[in-house]
């Protein structure tokens, strides 16, 4: 069956321009995670959605960072005046509960470089 | 809160060598952890995982890991490596809910002919 998908899976923007990364689960998943991975770095926790709604977004650099999901499906990370450190590999994910005895799928990621 | 060090930003060995990746957990709670791959230009697919039944974990591609709690350690090994185990390889523990996973920095493997 289908994976975790996300486009593009290469993005590159120019300083100061907007830019939206897009996850699709896969089908039945109610749970959603964003990831960020900078070069040599590990993977750094941004934002999960249950549902629809995302309790906690303390975990998004700044508030030019945003998300939403919609009908429990699709989402979308939306980077405002991007900047250069905005630059890295992002990855969503994807699992049937937020419970950590179930297995999280991950999508191959979108590869932001801003100029 | 809880965090994870793996030792070894780079580790290299001779293909049919011992693959030994270090992990130390920090966790207030039972943890579980987690051994994920990262191929290249790819996501991450799980390897393994400890959730408090059997200490000896047993994963995919021959693959193994065993929670020593006294140690606070959860290091994977594979007995002989393969060419195609070069990859990143992320060690993460979490309280029992995927939104408090925290991974760590990777090591990556490369393996010699």
């Known amino acids: 069956g289908a994976g975790v998908s996300q486009s593009p899976s290469n993005k590159v923007t120019e300083k100061g321009k907007d830019v939206e990364l897009r996850c699709d689960p896969i089908?039945?998943?109610?749970?959603l995670y964003w990831y960020r991975q900078s070069l040599g770095q590990g993977l750094e926790f941004l934002i999960y959605f249950q549902g629809n709604s995302a309790p906690d977004k303390s975990g998004l650099p700044s508030d030019r960072f945003s998300a939403e999901r919609t009908g429990g499906s699709v989402s979308t990370l939306t980077i405002q005046r991007t900047q250069q450190e905005d630059s890295a590999v992002y990855l969503c994910a994807s699992s049937l509960g937020l419970a950590a005895s179930y297995e999280q799928f991950f999508g191959p990621g979108t590869r932001l470089t801003v100029l | 809160a809880q965090s994870v060090t793996q030792l070894g930003s780079h580790v290299s060995v001779s293909e049919g060598a011992l693959v030994l990746l270090r992990c130390n957990y920090s966790s207030s709670v039972p943890p579980y952890l987690f051994w994920y791959v990262q191929y290249p230009n790819q996501g991450l697919q799980l390897l393994l995982k400890?959730?408090?039944?059997?200490?000896l974990v047993k994963g995919i591609n021959g693959f193994e890991a065993e929670f020593k709690k006294s140690e606070t350690s959860f290091h994977l090994t594979k007995p002989s490596a393969h060419m195609s185990d070069a990859a990143e390889y992320f060690c993460?523990?979490?309280?029992?809910?995927?939104?408090?996973?925290?991974f760590g920095a990777g090591t990556r493997l490369t393996v010699k002919p």
């Open positions: 993460a523990v979490s309280e029992g809910m995927f939104n408090d996973m925290r």
């Open positions: 400890y959730t408090s039944a059997a200490t």
């Open positions: 089908s039945g998943h109610t749970a």
